[in-house]
């Protein structure tokens, strides 16, 4: 049966694309989970138009990426974390916490556009890397330092 696929199927297939699929596995798993529907003609014209649109838009994204790219080289996000005398902070930096941060610099990336393969735990340099465009992505360096430890007047006259 030929299907087309909705959604990335590891190791079967990819999004808009047309592929022999068996019968049984179309309609037992792909069809039910909304992962592929049938190939029919009204469905292959639909998605030949819907990539021609597709297409259309990504020629214009791809310079708005562009121009992203460059307000993020000028950018420095420096977060401030508690952490220990070995540098691991009591906490840890993910992908939601930089989305807010580039939100404050009024760059708008939504969290699952930035590729951090697990979140940041140490005081120190990293570099995520960002995905503006499917052809276009770009590091981007974020700090985390040590907050400092401030003495209360109690601490102060105790010693």
């Known amino acids: 049966m030929r299907v ?7 190791a079967v297939g990819r999004r808009h694309e047309v592929k022999e699929v068996s ?8 069809f039910p989970k909304k992962l592929a529907r049938p190939a ?11 990539l021609l649109t597709h297409a259309k838009k990504t020629s214009v994204s791809i310079d708005q990426a562009e121009a992203v790219a460059d307000r993020l080289a000028g950018i420095r996000v420096i977060f401030r974390m508690k952490a220990d005398e070995k540098g691991k902070t009591f906490g840890s930096i993910t992908k939601a916490h930089i989305a807010k941060e580039l ?3 009024n760059i708008g990336i939504e969290k699952d556009d ?20 499917p052809n276009l992505t770009v590091p981007f360096a974020i700090r985390v330092e040590a907050e400092s430890k401030k003495r209360t007047p109690e601490q102060t006259r105790s010693t």
């Open 40 to 50: 029919t003609e009204q469905a292959l014209r639909e998605l030949k138009d819907a």
């Open 103 to 105: 939100a404050k610099h």
């Open 4 to 10: 087309i696929f909705i959604k990335d199927v590891s």
């Open 114 to 133: 930035i590729l951090l393969p697990e979140p940041i735990k140490t005081v120190g340099e990293a570099t995520v890397h960002i995905a503006l465009h």
């Open 23 to 30: 019968d049984g596995y179309a309609r037992n798993f792909l």
